[in-house]
């Protein structure tokens, strides 16, 4: 059923045969901060709860499920092992590529996918980053395409998220320039 | 044209719009009624219901209530205000959390107008300017007059025309008028050549449609099913009931043959046909006297009995076409067709996705096939000829049979996990051994294939130089196509599962939605990607 006369499918570029660019080598490391802190507050909740459970009125219940504490410990336990481990395993699949016409963002280990957002469809760009972000360096940037849904690119380097914003932004001015009914108001 | 009174003047709507804020202020508070409940509950049982007993603080209760919606309802009026200048319409409301709309006319996807008996009586309407680029805005004006409607009506046209000539863009290049850059070589698939001319109706709804719309409507299932429920929640008074049906019974005893198991059945029947009856004078309010018709590039709707309503979408900004259908439907030989313009569009500075106001769909709740078919010529033109609407063409190419798979997966997971778990945890591990277990296991295994296979039948996809159609449905079917030209974004994405097979899932993001292609080959998902993303790139029409 695929009938292309003008333009032979093997003439088109290949989104997958390009230069994948690594998010920044840190990204991991923040991303195993962020969750440590999370790991600790939900601990320390945890801890709070276990004592006032085995001192307070509910002692019955640990007297009745004498494992409770030791099993809820454990799954804790492995479940934040793994949620630290996690980054280091999914970051590497993760990477941009940013092409004359379009940007390409690629993730999923398990479930890979690759997405493809044209200049010409582009409202607006941003970059942002959290204190913790900042701390390590890192921003992250988001474009937006009509219709809902950021298509947000999370661990770049400060600099590397400024200059590709500038970037996609001057490409959505040329793009608008050159198409004709594309402006919403922004550019005007 | 008709002149407005006056620009550049804040105002305020006629008086009657109070009784609109009334409405929707308890439709906003009918919206939290879950919360509400809730709350009345806990209260109830924390007092121990003795507010009920003293009747007197009840009924202030409620007083208060009333007396709070009616004064919510007077504030919103009073501080609901508007606008109206040469090119656009200013509105300022709210009074806890003030809110300012600006909606250049040139940006407006649509009006729609919608008019209640008082309206009628009064020669009044609600206004409704549909907008991409403002999120979370209302641009809507009740209880204004027809000359105020009018006035916007074709200032919002000409506010158009006006950004398309600054534009600098040769008319006739402009997709709604007729269009593609290689339009003179196929003249007869131009609009109007095969369809009705501009200006006609495309598709009016007769009386007969009406019973078929209600007929079709999914709310004839939930009504049955709300019949079985209180059926059960009858059964205290079986007793009187059947004292009722007893005296019936004697009364019809002279006529013969009555056992009481007809008269079950009739009266069953009675409720059903009375509950039937009521979701057909459901669909005639809704859509008495529908009509669908060309009004120079815009399709215009108006339907309705005692709430007239009115829906203008300009051809240009439909981004999506959906034609579907269930069981009864199809019995019928009808479909629902549906042109989705395109959602509102982000706003710079926020990222509030998932609150934006999505304009109104163009929706025909009943036409046959070759109507559909000739809305998709008007709305597409030229462009795409080698797709099609209806989901029983031979066009469509099926996708790999690993989907049977997957969906089976989906489905049978659950499920057996589910009854695994619930097993286990009442009867103990060796009640997952015993045979009632595997028989749940395997009807629900059994299920589960059939499910998948009847959804892989239905899927498919068709696509020419310039569109994709994507059908998918399980008991009924449903077809979306697009232009490739109006695309957003194009995703890949690839399971575990469908690397192994060399598949993968196509996503194109569109700026009304997702239409997904599933298990295609991956060249072939490969292929339309970069072929997708080569005509969005490459194309210099405007996309809305």
């Not at chain 2, 504030?75 to 040469?86: A, C, D, Q, S, T």
């Not at chain 2, 402009?174 to 290689?182: I, K, L, S, Y």
């Not at chain 2, 929640?233 to 019809?252: K, M, R, S, W």
């Not at chain 2, 009924?476 to 232009?483: C, I, Y």
Request: proline share 5%; aromatic share 8%.
């Amino acid at each position: 059923m695929f009938a292309n006369a003008q333009v032979p499918a093997e003439a088109l570029p290949h989104a997958e045969q390009v230069d994948w660019q690594p998010l920044h080598s840190r990204f991991a490391r923040r991303l195993q901060a962020g969750v440590l802190l999370r790991v600790l507050v939900f601990a320390g909740i945890g801890a709070g709860f276990h004592y006032g459970v085995a001192t307070g009125g509910m002692a019955v219940l640990i007297t009745a499920a004498p494992l409770l504490p030791t099993v809820a410990w454990t799954v804790f336990g492995a479940i934040s092992l793994w949620a630290l481990a996690w980054p280091a395993i999914a970051v590497p699949y993760r990477g941009y590529a940013v092409r004359d016409r379009d940007i390409l963002y690629r993730s999923g280990v398990l479930w890979r996918s690759v997405r493809a957002v044209p200049f010409n469809r582009v409202q607006h760009t941003k970059t942002d980053s959290t204190p913790l972000d900042r701390r390590f360096g890192l921003a992250n940037l988001s474009v937006f395409p009509a219709g809902g849904g950021a298509h947000k690119i999370r661990g770049l380097g400060g600099d590397t998220a400024e200059r590709l914003r500038a970037f996609v932004s001057a490409r959505i001015e040329a793009e608008t320039g050159k198409a004709t009914d594309f402006g919403v108001g922004e550019s005007a | 044209m008709a002149n407005p009174p006056d620009l550049g003047v804040w105002r305020r709507t006629s008086p009657f719009a109070i009784a609109f804020f009334l409405g929707a202020t308890i439709k906003a508070v009918a919206g939290s009624y879950i919360q509400l409940v809730a709350s009345f509950g806990a209260i109830a049982y924390l007092t121990r219901f003795e507010f009920l007993s003293s009747r007197g603080s009840l009924a202030w209760a409620i007083l208060a209530v009333v007396l709070a919606i009616g004064a919510a309802a007077l504030l919103r009026y009073w501080f609901f205000r508007f606008k109206l200048e040469e090119d656009r319409l200013l509105i300022r409301q709210g009074f806890v959390k003030r809110t300012a709309l600006d909606l250049p006319f040139d940006r407006v996807q649509g009006i729609n107008v919608e008019r209640s008996p008082v309206d009628r009586i009064l020669g009044l309407m609600t206004v409704r300017l549909d907008t991409a680029g403002t999120a979370t805005a209302e641009g809507r004006l009740p209880a204004v007059n027809t000359e105020l409607a009018d006035w916007l009506r074709t200032r919002v046209d000409r506010g158009r025309r006006r950004k398309r000539v600054g534009d600098g863009e040769d008319r006739a290049r402009t997709p709604v008028d007729a269009v593609h850059p290689g339009a003179e070589s196929f003249p007869d698939l131009s609009a109007g050549a095969q369809g009705p001319t501009t200006g006609g109706v495309i598709v009016r709804l007769t009386n007969s449609d009406m019973l078929r719309i209600g007929l079709a409507d999914r709310k004839a299932l939930v009504l049955a099913g709300a019949l079985a429920a209180l059926a059960q929640a009858a059964e205290p008074f079986e007793d009187a009931i059947l004292g009722v049906l007893d005296t019936l019974q004697t009364a019809v005893a002279d006529l013969g043959t009555f056992s009481q198991a007809t008269a079950v059945i009739l009266v069953v029947l009675a409720i059903l046909f009375v509950l039937l009856l009521a979701v057909v004078v459901g669909a005639f309010l809704r859509h008495h006297d529908f009509t669908l018709s060309r009004q120079g590039t815009a399709f215009r709707s108006r339907g309705g009995l005692l709430t007239q309503k009115e829906v203008v979408v300009e051809a240009a900004k439909i981004q999506q076409l959906t034609l579907s259908r269930n069981l009864v439907l199809r019995w019928f030989g009808r479909y629902r067709f549906e042109a989705l313009p395109a959602g509102a569009m982000p706003v710079p500075g926020g990222d509030n996705a998932g609150s934006l106001e999505i304009a109104e769909n163009l929706t025909v709740p009943l036409l046959d096939g070759p109507v559909a078919e000739t809305m998709r010529r008007q709305v597409f033109t030229a462009e795409a000829p080698g797709l099609t609407l209806l989901p029983a063409s031979p066009g469509f190419v099926r996708v790999s049979p690993y989907y049977i798979r997957a969906i089976a997966l989906r489905t049978v997971a659950v499920p057996v996990l589910g009854g695994a778990v619930f097993t286990l945890a009442q009867w103990g591990p060796s009640a997952t051994a015993s045979p009632p277990f595997a028989a749940w296991c395997l009807l629900w295994l059994a299920l589960s294939g059939l499910i998948g296979l009847q959804s892989w039948r239905r899927r498919g996809y068709l696509h020419d130089d310039e569109g994709l159609a994507s059908r998918r449905g399980l008991v009924g079917s449903r077809v979306d196509a697009f232009l490739f030209r109006k695309v957003q974004g194009v995703t890949v994405k690839r399971s575990p599962l469908q690397r192994r097979r060399g598949l993968a899932t196509l996503e194109v993001h569109l700026s009304s939605g997702v239409v997904t292609v599933p298990y295609i080959a991956r060249d072939t998902a490969a292929r339309l990607r970069d072929y997708i993303l080569y005509k969005v790139e490459s194309s210099h029409l405007p996309w809305h």
